[in-house]
């Protein structure tokens, strides 16, 4: 864990324990400096990564305020993880339907910037959390940045993979999102049934050179799903 | 409008009418600063605005990248934002079913933050949007920081009147949601039938120095809504 991750961790535990409350003014940049012992800037990214887990709002020349704690087993959209960080109290497995390569319909090709022949890692997978059903998840890897896809790969978090193995570096997500009703195949998979609500959702990955990389459509299980987005004007 | 707004009109113009493609570099800060002639944080406060509309992507040190441009009537969930604004193009009206004073049950106390004898202003109305019903939005207001509600205020844009006429500056607003089915009650209101998807979704404002004043129930009618977050890593 680097320096201010540390830090990010140690206030994030402070904010659980109760010890500083939704509304509360957290110490100032300088007075935290001093107490961690380290640098502003470590203290500036510290507060930043808090900042975008929604555990802090930082006011422009007001200062520091907590907010609301994270609630346990919530989707965080507001920031372009893979999923399974935000469930990692949870335990996430994934059952895979399919890994190959394909040649991906044009809107997918548009959207990934790929020319027509090319072909993109395919995978379809279920997911589960705790062993419930959370998702299913068709994606498209854009093989110029993902290099190489396996069953074994697709089996635990790509994400990681590809940040962690392949070192890419993730820079923003387009989600687009809406309600609708499961077909009957995808009722089937979620174990639910035909006609049933659904949320068809649509990510769109890119590294932080604005290269897309990672197509998912996701359809989430109803009962099983909860989100949150922690906002700021 | 201020002049880092209309820089920033400017820009997504630019990138509205395809002189910009998603994933285009823009030119440099010190650069736009020449072009548009003005001081440098001038085009950083433009550019922060275009990122939190997710027009564009800063990447640090390594440039400001074009995005896909916003589809029309989605609703833009990372801006703690009235939706009022993300539809400005369509007709918004509101059919008023509520305006009152009311002692809200004690969870929602906890939220706000108020007493146990305060009482907040609690408006229930139905949303059109180009004359097609769009949700069913119950909200709770402190009185502290709404100072004043009724039947007329509730009609227009309610977040319109809390920034521009009362001064309220917003600071940040956390959003939890779920998939659905809805009661006889809602499916009435939202000319649909019972059991059909809904999207339940509770939104609490913040101000800037972290005083939550609206704790809002909406349902979304799930045909007629569109959904987009344009995240950062």
Partial sequence: MLKYEQIASRISSLIEDGHYEAGDKLP??????????VSKSTIINALKNLEKEGMIYQARGSGIYVRNPKRDGYLNLFTADGFSDDLKEHDVTSKILK???VKPESYIQNQLKIPENETVYYVERIRYVDGKVFCIETSYFNKNVVLYMNEE???GSIFHYIENNLKVKVGFTDIYFKVDKL???QAEKLE??????SLEYTQIFYTSTGVPFDYSDITFHYENSRFYIPSIK
């Fill in 28 to 37: 100032s940049v300088e007075i935290l400096k001093t107490e961690y012992d």
């Fill in 99 to 101: 890994v190959t390569e």
């Fill in 153 to 155: 790969i697709a089996t």
């Fill in 183 to 185: 077909s009957k195949d």
């Fill in 192 to 197: 639910l049934s035909e006609g049933e609500p």
